[in-house]
């Protein structure tokens, strides 16, 4: 186990620096010039979760497969994997709202934070995606086809709705959702759907997984 | 210098009744197949006959849907205790899932995930094969071929399967994989079993065969004996049908040129040598890539 997670570290580690690089070069932006030019990738910071690491996850199938190919059971890289996405998706979350807070301290009309109670409901909204784009890479090829295409239109809603917040502040329009919280009952409920949601994809995920062909 | 664990003997990799189908195709049908400890076995078989899945299942990295792979009485299938003594070294390709790695990273896996990896020598043969660290789908063939080797010694595992190991080699460099596997094997005992197309270059180093043919072994025995029991037998077309008559001989391979007939048989010495003593007729040995075209070739060379 010591094993795998130095290998899955490794990846993750990997993933932080680009996520800090992204945040750190997004909060000097802020910080240093003004924030028009940089707003639309703040925008992006609440969302980042819901894109970034399913972005990168979608093509781990080399990654999950190495392990197996010298020897680990399949179930203990399946679950290394799992553990990695939760780690990732928490890491870009803690950016986030640090991101966030930090800059509503520098702008004092910025009012789009993330808090920490806006993580579980991201996380688990997260996970859905993380867990789609794992499973589009070990169905049968018609049906890869037609999730990876799914997955393809949710990050593209999910891109195009955090850019369409700008257009919303900008035009002053009233935000119900948030604070995102994970106490508010709208988005408790939406948690509790989406956490039981990534488990079911979850185990679908596992059900091709335990089974594939590993090929090099 | 790094520190290595030193590896079990190797014990016996067993197929048990293994089935495997894809869809409708049927690969691999009941098999039944023990590969002992301690040996250098040539996998063999035409294009389809089920090599590289029955490697992948004795390994883990397939699964089989009838029978079980079991490595010294115990099953593979996700069975920690096991998968670490076998090591399955697949021939890699530019469009392949781990070609997106680099030698180093890919060295680096065995290094954390094979129990009994041997960095030294890795490198060695790393040094050797002038192996450069770039990605695994910018080299050559060859090169490719030698990052699978390199990996599969390296790991030191108990029972290696190489398939197709000598793809896209040039003949030095195969000669060179050659010697080097019959140093280990001399150095460590380990099991290998090795599948190929080149069957007669390899054929010296095989101690022990097993020819695929359609999913079902047709042949499981020491390479001599059995390339022991097969000769051509040619001469003139109705001398030979008769003694063929006479001894009651199925030919498994015929060709025919005007009134000239060769045939390839199987039997024993004493059988060979009355054959040998009829007037007008010869009996000439075979190697094992002519067996195995005799064996696998379902008489198609006719005419």
Redesign the interface.
């Known amino acids: 186990m010591r094993?795998l997670v130095?290998?899955f570290g490794l990846t993750f580690l990997q993933f932080l620096g680009v996520v800090v690089a992204f945040v750190v070069l997004v909060l000097l932006g802020v910080r240093y010039t003004p924030l028009s030019l940089f707003e639309g990738y703040v925008y992006m910071m609440p969302t980042m979760g819901l894109w970034l690491a399913p972005m990168t996850l979608a093509g781990c199938?080399?990654t999950m497969?190495?392990?197996?190919?010298?020897?680990?059971?399949?179930?203990?890289s399946f679950l290394g994997m799992q553990i990695l996405a939760v780690v990732m998706e928490l890491c870009t979350l803690i950016l986030a709202v640090t991101a966030t807070s930090l800059i509503s301290t520098w702008h004092t009309d910025w009012d789009i934070v993330m808090i920490p109670a806006s993580i579980p409901v991201v996380l688990a909204s997260s996970l859905v995606v993380i867990e789609l784009s794992l499973l589009a890479q070990y169905l049968p090829r018609g049906a890869k086809q037609r999730t990876a295409s799914v997955l393809m239109v949710f990050i593209i809603i999910v891109l195009t709705s955090s850019i369409s917040l700008g257009v919303f502040k900008a035009l002053d329009l009233p935000m119900p959702f948030f604070p995102i919280h994970v106490l508010r009952p709208g988005w408790a409920v939406f948690t509790l759907v989406c956490a039981a949601a990534a488990v079911i994809l979850g185990v679908v995920t596992w059900h091709f997984y335990r089974?594939v062909?590993?090929?090099? | 210098m790094t520190t290595t664990t030193k590896a079990p003997a190797p014990q016996p990799l067993q197929a048990d009744k293994l089935c495997k189908t894809y869809g409708k195709q049927s690969v691999l049908q009941d098999l039944d197949l023990t590969f002992e400890p301690g040996c250098i076995y040539g996998l063999i078989g035409r294009n389809g006959a089920g090599k590289t899945t029955l490697l992948?299942i004795l390994?883990?990295?397939?699964?089989a849907t009838g029978g079980r792979a079991l490595y010294g009485g115990q099953p593979v299938w996700?069975?920690?205790a096991v998968?670490?003594n076998?090591?399955?070294a697949?021939?890699?390709?530019a469009a392949?899932?781990?070609s997106?790695?680099s030698v180093k990273n890919?060295m680096r896996?065995?290094r954390?995930?094979?129990?009994y990896w041997d960095q030294d020598y890795a490198d060695e043969l790393i040094k050797k094969f002038e192996l450069p660290n770039k990605m695994i789908n910018r080299l050559s063939r060859g090169q490719m071929s030698m990052v699978?080797i390199t990996?599969a010694l390296a790991?030191r595992?108990p029972v290696t399967l190489l398939d197709e190991p000598t793809a896209g080699l040039d003949v030095v460099v195969r000669e060179r994989f050659y010697r080097i596997l019959l140093e280990e094997y001399q150095r460590t005992g380990r099991t290998f079993v090795i599948s190929t197309h080149i069957i007669e270059e390899a054929a010296s180093v095989f101690e022990k065969v097993v020819i695929l043919d359609e999913g079902k072994v047709v042949a499981d025995q020491n390479t001599e004996d059995l390339v022991a029991q097969f000769r051509y037998i040619s001469g003139p077309a109705a001398e030979l049908d008769a003694a063929l008559a006479e001894q009651d001989i199925m030919p498994l391979q015929t060709q025919v040129l005007g009134g000239h007939k060769m045939v390839a048989v199987r039997g024993e010495d004493a059988l060979f040598e009355k054959l040998a003593a009829r007037d007008g007729l010869t009996v000439e040995g075979m190697n094992l890539q002519n067996v195995f075209v005799a064996l696998c070739g379902h008489g198609d060379e006719e005419g």
Do not use: M
Not at chain 1, 66 to 76: E, I, N, Q
Not at chain 1, 213 to 216: D, F
Not at chain 2, 59 to 63: A, K
């Open positions: 094993n130095r290998y199938h080399a497969a190495l392990p197996t190919y010298f020897g680990v059971r399949r179930r203990d089974k062909v590993i090929r090099t | 992948g390994s883990g990295q397939n699964f996700e069975n920690s998968l670490g076998l090591h399955f697949r021939e890699l390709s392949s899932e781990l997106g790695l890919f896996a065995g954390l995930f094979c129990p699978s990996a790991s595992a």
